[in-house]
């Protein structure tokens, strides 16, 4: 989510920002302070499908390898190094902190929406597992002062349209699908948007909300996104503007262009801002 943003609002999926644009990032605290000024020019946007096959990445999987076809890469069953693994007794919890996988680099933004996907549980339902998402650290997201992070529930999500449909052969016509799917999940997964600035990536949190423990099964994530390749940009420069940004004058580049502001993490309150 970013400052005026209409396709949030209608739910598509698009990218916050085009080539050459220029963005404003915040951390915790408000803009960040790593680089000369918050600003940033865009060098270069990549859509992100599935980091690992089957477009799932595997945060916790009962056993110690992946389910056939949903490791790191076809043919292996391999985890990532954070994944999870064991019983999950009811009531219990396991992390995963900050995977590499969904990590940008030096200089990147990443703009992500997942939605929560198991295999082949056993011992409790889908809708016994509860999700909570820290970002960057142990900075709860989704949530409100006194209840964060908040808990996310698959019964809050649109189901994928799949497609298993072959091409049809000479003088044959496509077969229909029985039943036409809804909109993408993708966009209905509005809510789920993050923004992963270089390293500071999410950590997971698998709740057993169910009656007994989760003996067998995988749980992972869907994602999909956009991969933002930034260059920091000197506010000082001779031919910068004053614009009004975040609540204050701000010396930017003389862009026509809005300039998005783009959290990378909840926003805390400083010491006499609450």
């Known amino acids: 989510m970013f400052t005026d943003q209409p396709l949030y609002r209608a739910r598509a999926f698009e990218p916050v920002a085009a080539i050459g644009d220029v963005v404003m990032l915040l951390d915790q605290t408000g803009p960040i302070q ?35 076809g949903y490791g790191t890469a076809p043919g292996n069953t391999a985890l990532i190094p954070e994944a999870q693994t064991g019983n999950i007794n009811n009531g219990s919890f396991v992390q995963v902190s900050n995977p590499k996988v969904l990590q940008g680099f030096y200089q990147q933004l990443v703009q992500l929406r997942w939605a929560l996907r198991p295999l082949a549980l056993t011992g409790i339902k889908e809708h016994d597992l509860e999700l909570r998402v820290y970002m960057p650290g142990k900075l709860g997201k989704f949530g409100l002062f006194n209840a964060a992070p908040g808990y996310f529930n698959m019964a809050d999500q649109f189901q994928d349209p799949a497609d298993a449909i072959d091409s049809p052969a000479q003088n044959a016509n496509q077969t229909l699908p029985a039943a036409f799917p809804a909109v993408h999940a993708r966009d209905q997964a509005n809510l789920t948007e993050m923004f992963i600035w270089e390293v500071n990536g ?22 999909w996104g956009y ?9 000082s420069a001779p031919l910068s ?8 004058l701000w010396k930017v580049p003389p862009t026509g262009s809005r300039i998005p502001v783009i959290p990378t993490a909840p926003y805390v309150a400083q010491p006499g801002q609450q």
């Open 34 to 68: 790593k680089y000369t000024s918050p600003f940033f020019v865009v060098r270069g946007i990549e859509p992100v499908w599935g980091p690992n096959p089957h477009g799932v990445v595997l945060l916790w999987s009962q056993a110690a390898a992946a389910p056939a």
């Open 202 to 223: 999410p950590t997971f949190e698998i709740w057993n909300n169910g009656t007994a423990a989760l003996t067998a099964g995988a749980i992972g994530l869907r994602v």
């Open 227 to 235: 991969r933002y390749d930034l260059a920091p940009l000197d506010a």
């Open 241 to 248: 503007e004053s614009r009004w940004i975040y609540g204050q």
